[in-house]
């Protein structure tokens, strides 16, 4: 399973705290991985289209993550927000913001089948849609329906993508 949410897989944070679980380049998320003892893990890179930033600046700012230099909401509102050409899109999960942390479609309820009964979309084996339109619908959908309250309010489609490095493990 390919997640950025800490609710399906294990993340490792940027710093102690854990506020800030978004590196700001591969190379960083590989260094910390290999440094917390956790080689097993899968460096991904997240991108958001450009028309969802600004609403999920404004979740992420309703739910205290300041814009402090080389933090996500900092580096999305720099449009930081596309992985580079060189990484291999894995697919969409569809995630949403709630107070410091980030929840996919997958681990709040029954919302995966609400959403397949809604609009014929499903994940993957990977847990990930393979297709953007899909996925960008099934997110309008998610939104609309208020069914991720009371965690989450914005869903977005995001697009995962594999590091370009052939030093990292395949996913198992």
């Known amino acids: 399973m390919l997640s950025l949410s800490g609710c399906v897989v294990d993340l490792v944070p940027v710093d102690a705290s854990g506020w800030d679980d978004w590196f700001a ?3 960083e ?3 910390a991985r290999d440094q917390a003892g956790r ?3 899968h460096v991904l890179g997240v991108g958001f289209a450009a028309t969802d930033v600004r609403g999920l600046l404004a979740d992420m700012a309703d739910g205290g993550w300041d814009a402090s230099a080389g933090s996500l909401p900092e580096r999305l509102t720099r449009r930081e927000n596309l992985p580079d050409s060189g990484h ?3 697919g969409f999960e ?3 913001f709630d107070s410091g942390s980030w929840h996919t479609w997958i681990c709040i309820g029954n919302l995966v089948t609400d ?3 809604a609009t014929g979309v499903q994940p ?3 847990g990930l849609i393979q297709d953007e339109q899909d996925a960008r619908r099934a997110a309008q959908w998610l939104t609309d329906s208020g069914l991720g309250d009371p965690k ?3 869903w977005a489609a995001a697009l995962l993508t594999d590091t370009p490095r052939a030093t990292l493990q395949s996913e198992e």
């Open 39 to 41: 080689s097993g893990l």
């Open 152 to 154: 989450v309010f914005l």
């Open 124 to 126: 993957g084996p990977s």
């Open 88 to 90: 291999r899109r894995l």
């Open 29 to 31: 998320a590989e260094v």
């Open 115 to 117: 959403v397949h009964q």
């Open 25 to 27: 380049s591969p190379h």
């Open 94 to 96: 569809l995630v949403g």
